[in-house]
């Protein structure tokens, strides 16, 4: 087994342990859409309409309060060291975490989203592009995050400070998945444009915040 | 620890390190000024000096992990060809463990074995190496001190690498703990390893070098 696929298995090992991340952020993201559709009230057709848009939001703001986790543990207990030493270069050290975190937060967010969909009154045919929307974009949301985690590591409470550098970012993939889901759903021709920006918005991450993160845990292991 | 033992968990090297001129600063105040070592395969050093003199400074220094002002640090083999990554040959073991709390002993320990490409009966030999057996299953979060420094040390036999960097191995280590560490790293040098110890104990290894590291000067 490679260096890379061991950090993988133990991010993930560690994620669904008792105190692990990923159940966190699905239950955070269970609350989001729960509030969203209380504070909308009985209006049933309002709820379905906005449902995709607050999948996405919920997705999107589940993703955020996991990210502080990313790289700080690892500093906190000295294994950032440890992994940043191995014979790999660390950009692809920093995908392999970007995808853990993906496996252990993204990917149980796509899972559970068909589950609150129910909740939100999602018309039937706006499962399918809702889902590959996310499917698409959150792989990118995790690589952004991923960045940010390792440009904070080393500051004490960031996760505020991760939000504001992260938002910004995380814009296009919003727009583009909300978009895709609603143009699936009406049977917009839109959609596959918005999922083909979307899949460019992910696959320019993939490509620039291994590098970025690399270079951020570099100067943070000073 | 009989021969078979450690033989099992201590494999050859035959690497030299050397600094030439090194200067390193931490938070804009130079720490380490010039300093030059030259370490042979199968020597030991063992870094003394007051806190702040740089000792946990140089050790990331040789390990890659610190950016160097000016100098060089150079590792090459006995056949004269360099190693470019300090990576690959040097495990740095600093004061933390870096143990993950929610994982058992055994977890950990086959974790590293994953991340070094290590063969797996590595495992059990360097557990065994430190007496860690009876813990094997135990969540490594629940370990006292100087058991979780047992485990954290163990990662060096797993690493394989030729130069050892440790920082403060027997701060926390009772008497027979620190024998089985100092005898490991005996082993390691007998077989052309290098071992450079931070200490502030008083530590006898045999035929080590002292290296004495002043608060910002010159060894």
């Not at chain 1, 342990?17 to 909308?40: E, N, W």
């Not at chain 1, 918005?194 to 845990?217: M, R």
């Not at chain 2, 003394?48 to 590792?75: C, M």
Request: overall charge neutral.
């Amino acid at each position: 087994m490679s260096a890379l696929s061991a950090i993988i298995l133990r991010d993930l090992q560690l994620a669904f342990r008792a105190g692990g991340g990923s159940f966190q952020a699905v239950g955070f993201f269970s609350i989001v859409c729960v509030l969203f559709t209380l504070a909308v009230g009985p209006d049933i057709a309002l709820i379905t309409e906005i449902a995709g848009p607050v999948l996405w939001t919920g997705a999107l703001l589940a993703t955020l309060i996991s990210l502080d986790q990313i790289y700080r543990a690892d500093r906190e207990d000295g294994s950032l060291d440890v992994i940043a030493a191995t014979s790999e270069e660390l950009a692809l050290t920093a995908a392999a975490k970007a995808a853990a975190h993906w496996l252990s937060t993204g990917l149980p967010l796509i899972l559970a989203t068909p589950l609150l969909a129910i909740l939100l009154n999602l018309t039937a045919d706006a499962y399918f592009p809702l889902l590959m929307s996310l499917l698409i974009g959150t792989p990118g949301l995790s690589l952004i995050g991923s960045f940010a985690a390792a440009l904070t590591v080393s500051l004490p409470r960031a996760s505020l400070l991760i939000s504001i550098i992260v938002s910004p970012l995380y814009i296009p993939i919003l727009i583009f998945g909300a978009g895709a889901a609603s143009a699936g759903a009406a049977g917009d021709p839109q959609f596959a444009a918005n999922l083909k920006l979307l899949g460019a918005a992910t696959l320019f991450a993939a490509v620039t915040a291994p590098l970025a993160s690399a270079v951020a845990l570099r100067s943070n292991l000073d | 620890m009989n021969e078979t033992d450690s033989a099992s968990v201590i494999s050859a090297h035959d690497c030299r390190l050397s600094a030439k001129g090194l200067s390193i600063s931490r938070g804009g105040a130079r720490i380490i000024n010039g300093i030059s070592l030259t370490l042979e395969p199968g020597e030991t050093a063992i870094l003394r000096g007051p806190n702040g003199a740089g000792k946990t400074t140089l050790l990331r220094a040789f390990a890659g992990l610190l950016r160097i002002d000016s100098g060089s640090i150079g590792i090459e083999r006995q056949d004269g060809s360099a190693v470019d990554d300090p990576f690959r040959a040097t495990i740095y073991c600093g004061p933390l463990n870096a143990v993950k709390a929610a994982l058992s002993v055994d977890e950990n320990l086959r974790f590293w074995a994953a991340l070094y490409n290590a063969p797996g009966d590595l495992v059990s030999n360097a557990r065994a190496a430190f007496r860690l057996d009876d813990y094997a299953r135990q969540s490594a979060g629940t370990l006292s001190t100087g058991l979780g420094r047992r485990l954290g040390l163990a990662r060096l036999l797993l690493a394989r690498k030729p130069i050892w960097l440790v920082d403060e191995p027997t701060a926390s280590l009772d008497v027979a703990s620190a024998a089985i560490f100092t005898s490991l790293a005996e082993r390691h040098c007998a077989v052309g390893g290098i071992a450079i110890i931070a200490t502030h104990d008083a530590f006898s290894l045999s035929g080590a070098r002292n290296i004495e590291l002043k608060t910002g000067s010159a060894a």
